[in-house]
């Protein structure tokens, strides 16, 4: 079993920055890749990045290339999402998750764990 604990979110002004943490419990954490998700108010779950085991390959939507980057600290069990010059619309409620099984996913369902969730809310 793996517990995941998103932390970070906030209110930002458009043009800001915040850093989203992902907290993870076991000790296989090192040998999963792991995945940003986000939520935004009448939206579908939608993927942000993705992060392999080793944290050597990343990939991120298209719409955060450049400002958005991954990445992850095994010997602390924490993945990381440093969110730059932000903008209203990546608004949303962020989730992490973690997959125990194959590369890295573009794809929700393909995650096993999930965490609860951190609102991000970026104001114009």
């Known amino acids: 079993q793996v517990q995941l604990v998103e932390s970070g979110g906030g209110l930002v002004h458009s043009g800001g920055s915040l850093r989203l943490s992902c907290a993870a419990s076991g000790r296989t954490f090192s040998s999963y890749p792991m995945g940003w998700f986000r939520q935004g108010p009448g939206k579908e779950r939608e993927f942000v990045a993705a992060?392999?085991?080793?944290?050597?390959?990343?990939y991120y939507k298209d719409s955060v290339k450049g400002r958005f980057t991954i990445s992850r600290d095994n010997a602390k069990n924490t993945v990381y999402l440093q969110m730059n010059s932000l903008k209203p619309e990546d608004t949303g409620v962020y989730y992490c998750?973690?997959?125990?099984?194959?590369?890295?996913?573009?794809?929700?369902?393909?995650?096993?764990?999930w965490g609860q969730g951190t609102q991000v809310t970026v104001s114009s």
């Open positions: 998750a973690a997959k125990t099984r194959g590369p890295p996913s573009v794809v929700g369902r393909n995650y096993d764990y």
């Open positions: 992060i392999s085991w080793s944290g050597g390959s990343t």
